[in-house]
């Protein structure tokens, strides 16, 4: 057997699964609170940063490590983006740290800039400038995992609210518009996508502002809420869904819909009230 010619082996390593296995370390942490949930999804943070994002600030489809050492591989496709955005979006709602906020709107410029397809609204699966393939194709339907065209949809939808940001939310309408009749048709194969619609439709944005923000954000998290957008601040802000909502010695937890905000509350069980209300 030694004599034969070994298989090949597979030892690449991915950048949409480790982003897709990001964002699972999260959604346990909020659910279960194990802090070595938490240490986990940061080190897959850490791990996509070193390894995947490149000087340029685009990101890398697959690396190779050997005893430390990283060989970059291809550029990345659009489920590369659009996972590790949606890792990072969430890590910013976990966590409030803002440097995962700014990660994720740079590689959506990114995307924007690089994935676009003008008519549909859509986005190609290859950037453009990628090397040349026999055709440029267009992932829509989700198949084992989420239709990357659906995740960045749902990416545009978040950020739109996080930042206030109309033309992200009527691009995120006109890809919806698209696959319209698919997802009436054919909901199985475009679940994601009818996520978006339910987000767009009647979700909710909620912004924790004051020194106790981290908490209460822990506290909302374990209510499960996979509607709601949900941003804080231990301090004053300039991102858009918090802005000039911080006030000394208290802290207060606004719920708003279409841009239109309760009062604040100042205690979980008002703010979920006006969630469930």
Known sequence: REERVRPGLDDKILCSWNAMMMTAFLDAWAALGDPS??????????????????????????????????????????????????????????????????????LTAEVLRNFSDEETGMFWFTAAGSETLIARKMEVQDNVIPSSNAVMAHNLVRLSKLKADASLENRCKKMLHMV??????????????????????????????GREALHFLNELQKEYLPLSVLAGATGPSRIPLLADRYHENETGIYVCRYGTCHVPVYDLASALSNLRG
Request: with cysteine; proline share 3%.
């Open 37 to 106: 949930l938490l240490d986990a999804a940061q080190k897959s943070a850490d791990f996509i940063r070193r390894c995947f994002m490149t000087a340029d600030g685009t990101l890398l489809h697959s690396v190779k490590e050997t005893a430390g050492v990283v060989t970059s591989g291809i550029p990345g496709f659009l489920e590369d983006y659009a996972f590790t955005i949606e890792a990072f979006l969430r890590h910013y709602s976990l966590s409030m740290d803002p440097d995962s906020l700014q990660t994720a709107e740079r």
């Open 180 to 209: 319209k009749e698919d997802t009436t048709r054919n909901t199985p194969w475009y679940s994601r996508w009818a996520m978006v619609w339910l987000e767009l439709e009647h979700g909710t944005e909620v912004a924790v502002s």
